[in-house]
């Protein structure tokens, strides 16, 4: 029954025909890895279409990343994929967090965010800690869909206070994946994608767009 409805609910999208997807998303590095890891699919950002979010007031990334969604499909009317993401330090309370675009403070740049954040290991006389990355996806197909597609992925790694490299955006100059010498910022778009957070969720997306699995 459930596969029923949702091979139904699943129609309005393929990876197959070069589908519209418009990215809920404001970060043109968030864009860019969009592009990059959905090439089937023609890339249109919200920003192009004007759409203006609304102040991020979940408590959890599922909630935003949603909002983010839901805003996008009502105002284009084509599919809209949210993505909220943020970077979870355990020895700073979870922090950044959901806050992670706004750590510093509201509209802070990267680079200020960076910054921040390492001046929170110093105070706690850290060079680096266990940390990691979280990406919620979600995929409204049509409008009023009962049934989003969710996708969540995660890295695991540390954050140095030492910054590394000048690829990517966000923290990637200071996270160091799991395993790895480079940082996120010294990988080049293609290593990033093999192994991060977004790369991961939008794998597990693209799986269940093509109905492979259900859940
Ligand atoms: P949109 O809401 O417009 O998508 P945003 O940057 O505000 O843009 P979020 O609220 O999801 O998006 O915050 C995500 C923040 O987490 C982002 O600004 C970075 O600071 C950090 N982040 C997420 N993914 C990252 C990545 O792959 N590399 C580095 N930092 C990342």
Redesign the pocket.
């Known amino acids: 029954m459930l596969s029923q409805t949702y091979l139904l609910l699943r129609q309005s999208i393929s990876l197959a025909n070069k589908s519209t997807l418009v990215v ?4 043109p ?2 864009l860019k ?1 969009f592009g990059l890891l959905l090439p089937n699919f023609e890339i249109i950002s ?1 920003t192009s279409l004007d759409i203006i ?1 609304e102040e ?1 007031v979940g408590e959890t ?1 599922f909630e ?2 949603l909002q ?1 969604a839901r805003i996008a499909n009502k105002a284009s009317g084509l599919a809209a994929i ?6 979870i330090v355990p020895v700073l309370n979870n922090l ?1 967090g ?1 806050l ?4 510093a403070y509201k509209n802070a740049t ?1 680079e200020e ?1 960076r910054q921040f954040l390492k001046n929170e290991l110093e105070r706690l006389n850290l060079t680096e800690t266990k940390a990691y ?1 979280v ?1 919620v996806l979600v995929l409204i197909q049509v409008s009023a869909d009962p049934f989003p597609l969710i996708a969540t992925g995660l ?1 695991e790694g540390s954050v140095k206070t030492i910054f590394r490299g000048a690829n ?5 100059p200071m ?1 160091y994946p799991k395993g790895s010498n480079l940082s ?1 910022g010294e990988m080049n778009a293609d290593e ?1 994608a093999l192994i ?3 790369g991961k969720a939008i794998e597990i997306l693209k799986r269940k767009i093509e109905g492979f699995s259900s859940e």
């Open positions: 809920a998303t404001n970060n590095g968030k890895e919200q979010p991020e990334f935003n990343s983010k949210g993505d909220d993401s943020g970077l950044p959901l992670s675009a706004r750590y990267d965010n990355f990406c890295l990517g955006f966000g923290y990637d996270f996120l990033k991060s957070h977004r």
